[in-house]
T-cell receptor, first 115, second 116 residues
């Protein structure tokens, strides 16, 4: 089945710096890769996603890149702000098999942005 | 106005009890899910339902029994609660299941279950 590895588990940056979180997946048939942000005590919220036929997608200060050959994808946050502090999860969507359509999540990265 | 809602928000109960969590979505989505988030924040899919029908059971103990009275509701009943069931349970929904786009899933606010 699909397995998603996420690194680092914790990340601390200064306000204004960039943050990068990386994920690798095992199932080459996975076709959709969302990123969720979860603030303390809140629900996971979709912040950006990318499909397998796209290499890069940007939305203001956040961007996601996908390397299908290497089976990894990354979240980039530029000009970080204290409100970016949260746990970020990557996920991969299984295209085939008994769990078709399910999201398999990475273990999360706790991002702290210091003012 | 909340797109995906859950009740209760908090649930504290003793081992051996039976409890239920309710989920409702007003997005008109066909597919609903239950996730468990443990103390280490790991999010794991438990069940997937499409149009009231169980699609996926990710090897969850049969003490957990989901029920979907209609495609806008997915409830989770847990029998004989154990200490290890303590977690935050999230309901989520997506427009369609399977290979049909869009794939986005939207989460409810979560139910924090504490078993003592």
């Amino acid at each position: 089945g699909e397995n998603v590895e996420q690194h680092p588990s914790t990340l601390s940056v200064q306000e204004g710096d960039s943050a990068v979180i990386k994920c690798t997946y095992s199932d080459s048939a996975s076709n959709y890769f969302p990123w969720y942000k979860q603030e303390l005590g809140k629900r996971p919220q979709l912040i950006i996603d990318i499909r397998s036929n796209v290499g890069e997608k940007k939305d203001q200060r956040i961007a996601v890149t996908l390397n299908k050959t290497a089976k990894h994808f990354s979240l980039h946050i530029t000009e970080t702000q204290p409100e970016d502090s949260a746990v970020y999860f990557c996920a991969a969507r299984r295209k085939y098999g008994g769990s078709q359509g399910n999201l398999i999540f990475g273990k999360g990265t706790k991002l702290s942005v210091k003012p | 106005d909340t797109a995906v809602s859950q009740t209760p928000k908090y649930l504290v109960t003793q081992m051996g009890n039976d409890k239920s969590i309710k989920c409702e979505q007003n997005l008109g989505h066909d597919t609903m899910y239950w996730y468990k988030q443990d103390s280490k924040k790991f999010l794991k899919i438990m069940f997937s339902y499409n149009n009231k029908e169980l699609i996926i059971n990710e090897t969850v103990p049969n003490r957990f029994s989901p029920k979907s009275p209609d495609k806008a509701h997915l409830n989770l009943h847990i029998n004989s609660l154990e200490l290890g069931d303590s977690a935050v349970y999230f309901c989520a929904s997506s427009l369609h299941w399977g290979l049909v786009r869009p794939y986005e899933q939207y989460f409810g606010p979560g139910t924090r279950l504490t078993v003592t």
